[in-house]
């Protein structure tokens, strides 16, 4: 997020995680997740590189 200069988390510091592999079976570099974290509303839309931020 700091590399993009995206603003620190807003409201709740939990995020979300959703993993399609047990990340006990499966090594750090295979393992497959998407994550969601709460930015302010004035965040501009991303989407590259496999990350996005969609409001």
């Known amino acids: 997020m700091a590399k993009k ?11 979300l995680a959703h ?3 047990d ?3 499966v090594g750090p570099v295979e393992v497959r997740f998407k994550v969601a974290v ?4 004035e965040t501009p839309e991303v989407a590259e590189g496999g990350a ?4």
């Open 19 to 21: 993993y399609y592999d």
């Open 38 to 41: 709460p930015v302010p509303t």
């Open 5 to 15: 200069s995206i603003p620190a988390l807003s409201g709740s510091p939990m995020g």
């Open 23 to 25: 990340p006990a079976s």
């Open 52 to 55: 996005a931020i969609c409001l």
